[in-house]
């Protein structure tokens, strides 16, 4: 082994589940990194609505929410893709926050607990060798006794250990989405999310601060393929056919210039540990927008990789008890969820298969209920 390692874990990806874990593990006393190739603070394809799930977490990190005054959550509604509305009831609730934001305060106090972070640095290798971690990044080369990937949807490493097709092959169609977020600002309910369907696709919308709303949509690359590959195109001949939709699009005040766009994004099921990498957020397995919200469960994830990276730093556990550890608890806690909500998905997007749907839960409100409590979790 050898004789001195530069940290005590590593992160690759500096996302929700990144950052929450490095401040977690700054605040037990250990020394992180933290790498992220993008530079703070800046935007991501997200549907920036958190159920309350994760208030409790946050709070407890040092995240002033209640400063903030966040819109608060509790209805929802989803149109079929002619516009019909079919209103729900969110008994957890939730709020709106921009990733911008949130990503940002997050930063700053990581950075305030000491964790080293390495902004606007790609990670290009890791290995393992005996017992712990060499991170090849560029300009920048570290060791770790334990490293967690926290990247996005889509990654090098994705590619390199063989986890998703490579991006000169043709994807499946389970790699073929494509997800289109703006910020807008459009007098939409403050204390509502929509989810407006389309053909083979869905778009919501919901407040985040400063009276701004975020309408981020997931679609087929087929649908932009389509349409001369143009989202302006497409937006017009596919989505504008729901009247919700063409109303938002139509009436709304886009505050940047183009969208943030992300393409070929895989919903295919993924290992939670990978050659001795500990995996969180959505390099443990993309979740569904209609999982109640993946914010949630990255943070969450990031808390039950804690749990056992803390136990294996103390000398309790071993590396095999550690991932088995991890891997256990991730799938107790996310396992049903993402099943129910991929089924969900499945529901959505379609003509007549999302108003019958739809029309079924309204006649059984008891369904409707348990449908929406299975795609969200309880307060960690």
Same mark, same amino acid.
């Given at each position: 082994?050898?004789?001195?390692?530069?940290?005590?874990?590593?992160?690759?990806?500096?996302?929700?589940?990144?950052?929450?874990?490095?401040?977690?593990?700054?605040?037990?006393?250990?020394?992180?990194?933290?790498?992220?190739?993008?530079?703070?603070?800046?935007?991501?394809?997200?549907?920036?609505?958190?159920?309350?799930?994760?208030?409790?977490?946050?709070?407890?990190?040092?995240?002033?929410?209640?400063?903030?005054?966040?819109?608060?959550?509790?209805?929802?509604?989803?149109?079929?893709?002619?516009?019909?509305?079919?209103?729900?009831?969110?008994?957890?609730?939730?709020?709106?926050?921009?990733?911008?934001?949130?990503?940002?305060? =997050?930063?700053? #106090?990581?950075?305030?607990?000491?964790?080293?972070?390495?902004?606007? +640095? !790609?990670? *290009?290798?890791? @290995?393992?060798?005996?017992?712990?971690?060499?991170?090849?990044?560029?300009?920048?080369?570290?060791?770790?006794?334990?490293?967690?990937?926290?990247?996005?949807?889509?990654?090098?490493?994705?590619?390199?250990?063989?986890?998703?097709?490579?991006?000169?092959?043709?994807?499946?169609?389970?790699?073929?989405?494509?997800?289109?977020?703006?910020?807008?600002?459009?007098?939409?309910?403050?204390?509502?999310?929509?989810?407006?369907?389309?053909?083979?696709?869905?778009?919501?919308?919901?407040?985040?601060?400063?009276?701004?709303?975020?309408?981020?949509?997931?679609?087929? =690359?087929?649908? #932009?393929?389509?349409?001369?590959?143009?989202?302006?195109?497409?937006? +017009? !001949?596919? *989505?504008?056919? @729901?009247?919700?939709?063409?109303?938002?699009?139509?009436?709304?005040?886009?505050?940047?210039?183009?969208?943030?766009?992300?393409?070929?994004?895989?919903?295919?099921?993924?290992?939670?540990?990978?050659?001795?990498?500990?995996?969180?957020?959505?390099?443990?397995?993309?979740?569904?927008?209609?999982?109640?919200?993946?914010?949630?469960?990255?943070?969450?994830?990031?808390?039950?990789?804690?749990?056992?990276?803390?136990?294996?730093?103390?000398?309790?556990?071993?590396?095999?008890?550690?991932?088995?550890?991890?891997?256990?608890?991730?799938?107790?806690?996310?396992?049903?969820?993402?099943?129910?909500?991929?089924?969900?998905?499945?529901?959505?997007?379609?003509?007549?298969?999302?108003?019958?749907?739809?029309?079924?839960?309204?006649?059984?409100?008891?369904?409707?209920?348990?449908?929406?409590?299975?795609?969200?979790?309880?307060?960690?």
């Amino acid at each position: 082994m050898k004789s001195a390692i530069d940290f005590d874990v590593a992160i690759i990806g500096g996302g929700l589940g990144g950052l929450t874990l490095a401040i977690q593990c700054a605040n037990a006393g250990y020394r992180v990194a933290l790498f992220e190739k993008e530079n703070y603070p800046f935007h991501k394809v997200c549907g920036e609505y958190i159920s309350n799930e994760s208030k409790p977490f946050l709070n407890h990190l040092g995240i002033p929410l209640e400063e903030w005054n966040l819109p608060a959550i509790q209805q929802l509604i989803i149109t079929d893709v002619k516009g019909k509305a079919y209103p729900f009831a969110l008994d957890l609730g939730g709020f709106g926050v921009s990733r911008y934001q949130l990503d940002s305060a =997050l930063y700053k #106090l990581a950075v305030q607990k000491k964790v080293q972070v390495y902004s606007q +640095k !790609k990670v *290009l290798d890791v @290995n393992y060798l005996n017992n712990y971690f060499e991170i090849a990044a560029i300009n920048t080369n570290i060791s770790a006794k334990v490293v967690v990937g926290s990247f996005g949807k889509r990654s090098n490493f994705d590619v390199l250990w063989k986890r998703i097709p490579s991006f000169k092959q043709k994807s499946p169609s389970s790699n073929n989405f494509i997800g289109v977020k703006y910020h807008i600002r459009y007098p939409h309910p403050s204390n509502q999310i929509a989810l407006h369907n389309f053909k083979n696709g869905y778009c919501g919308i919901s407040m985040i601060e400063e009276q701004k709303c975020c309408l981020c949509y997931l679609t087929t =690359l087929d649908n #932009l393929r389509n349409n001369e590959s143009r989202i302006e195109v497409m937006e +017009k !001949k596919i *989505l504008f056919k @729901n009247p919700a939709l063409k109303k938002i699009f139509s009436g709304a005040d886009f505050l940047y210039n183009a969208p943030q766009v992300i393409t070929q994004v895989s919903f295919a099921p993924k290992t939670q540990i990978q050659n001795h990498v500990l995996m969180v957020g959505d390099a443990a397995g993309l979740i569904t927008p209609l999982c109640g919200n993946g914010m949630s469960m990255a943070m969450h994830a990031g808390k039950l990789a804690f749990q056992a990276i803390d136990g294996f730093l103390q000398g309790t556990v071993n590396r095999t008890e550690m991932e088995h550890q991890y891997a256990k608890n991730w799938h107790l806690q996310f396992q049903q969820r993402l099943w129910v909500s991929r089924k969900v998905q499945a529901l959505m997007g379609a003509e007549w298969l999302t108003s019958v749907s739809l029309n079924l839960l309204q006649r059984f409100p008891f369904l409707a209920k348990q449908v929406i409590s299975s795609t969200h979790g309880q307060p960690f």
